[in-house]
């Protein structure tokens, strides 16, 4: 299993960005899709997790700013987030898990200017 993503970039705080990210391999059905950040310093976190069937959580301080969301048909995982803040600065990443097993993607840099 392979994770592609991409989307990021640099943008002034209060603008948006939308991430991407595609999966290919054998993957079941069942999974859940989601995505991670790790801001300089600071341990990998948890954003946002969509499963297959549609349900979501959020990280508090990304509630009402992201919203994470799924094409079943094409195993991407997409992260629409508005409202961007300098503290959203962080490489995302995305993953994938089923079977009992975690898939990462690569990282896409997203940086938040004042």
């Known amino acids: 299993v392979q994770l592609q993503a991409s989307g990021g970039g640099l943008v002034q705080a209060g603008g948006s960005l939308r991430l991407s990210c595609a999966a290919s391999?054998?993957?079941?059905?069942?999974?859940?899709m989601g995505w991670y950040r790790q801001s300089p310093g600071k341990q990998r976190e948890p954003v946002a997790v969509?499963?297959?069937?549609?349900?979501?959580m959020y990280e508090d301080s990304v509630r009402g700013r992201f919203t994470v969301s799924r094409d079943n048909t094409k195993n991407t995982v997409f992260l629409q987030m508005n409202s961007l803040k300098p503290d959203d600065t962080a490489v995302y990443y995305c993953?994938?898990?089923?079977?009992?097993?975690?898939?990462w993607g690569q990282g896409t840099l997203v940086t938040v200017s004042s």
């Open positions: 391999g054998s993957i079941f059905d069942i999974n859940v």
């Open positions: 969509i499963s297959n069937l549609g349900s979501t």
């Open positions: 993953y994938l898990l089923h079977s009992g097993s975690t898939y």
